[in-house]
């Protein structure tokens, strides 16, 4: 079946402009994770949620990050007046309720 | 808070060879999971195994084995005989009770030479 998909693949952007970045979860699965990786680290926890809200977002790293998940399945990562630092490889995962967590291939933003 | 170690950066080994990667971890929590993913060049991580920290039976799956001891924290991940198509990086990580986020190592880059 059908695995996690985000779009888009890669995204520049200049420093200051607005980027939205989208994960498609696997059919089903209730629960929606979004990560940050930067080169050479471990994917970084921003956001989970479960159904439609955010249980957890202990990890976004400042209000210029937010994500939404308006119908409990497509989720939204939107990360305002963009600057240099938040260039990534942002991670979407999903999983059932209480099991494994299924990553998707990523969004690689790159902000000028 | 809880961390988790990956103390080596980069192992290089040929083929056939048996390989171990280390993971050692940090939590209050005495209950809490314990994960094994793999990143291959394609960059999308795929999930090995999930440990219960009630569980500290060794596992074997295949060439892979894993090997759970709380007396030390560590969660250490062998690949035996191991083939060109396993180089990867591999990620360790921890999530603890109540909280679902994964918490992960910095990653072993594991090349494999023919």
């Known amino acids: 079946g059908a695995g996690v998909s985000q779009t888009p693949s890669n995204k520049v952007t200049e420093k200051g402009k607005y980027v939205e970045l989208r994960c498609d979860p696997i059919s089903g699965h209730t629960a929606l994770y979004w990560y940050r990786q930067s080169l050479g680290q471990g994917p970084e926890f921003l956001i989970y949620?479960?159904?439609?809200?955010?249980?957890?977002d202990s990890g976004l790293p400042n209000d210029r990050f937010f994500a939404v998940r308006p119908e409990g399945s497509v989720s939204t990562l939107k990360i305002q007046r963009t600057e240099r630092g938040d260039s990534a490889m942002y991670l979407c995962a999903s999983s059932p309720q209480g099991g494994e967590q299924f990553f998707g291939p990523g969004t690689r933003l790159t902000v000028l | 808070a809880q961390k988790v170690t990956q103390a080596q950066t980069e192992i290089s080994v040929v083929e056939k060879e048996d390989v171990t990667l280390d993971c050692v971890y940090e939590?209050?929590?005495?209950?809490?999971?314990l994960f094994w993913y793999k990143q291959p060049p394609s960059g999308e991580l795929v999930f090995l195994i999930r440990?219960?920290?009630?569980?500290?039976q060794n596992e074997i799956s295949g060439r892979y084995s894993w090997n759970f001891q709380k007396s030390t924290s560590s969660f250490n991940f062998t690949i035996t005989a191991s083939q060109v198509v396993d180089s990867a990086v591999y990620f360790c990580?921890?999530?603890?009770?109540?909280?679902?986020?994964?918490?992960f190592g910095s990653g072993t880059r594991l090349q494999v030479q023919p």
């Open positions: 440990r219960n920290s009630f569980d500290e």
């Open positions: 990580a921890l999530s603890e009770t109540g909280r679902r986020a994964l918490t």
């Open positions: 949620f479960q159904g439609t809200g955010a249980a957890d």
């Open positions: 939590t209050r929590d005495t209950t809490y999971y």
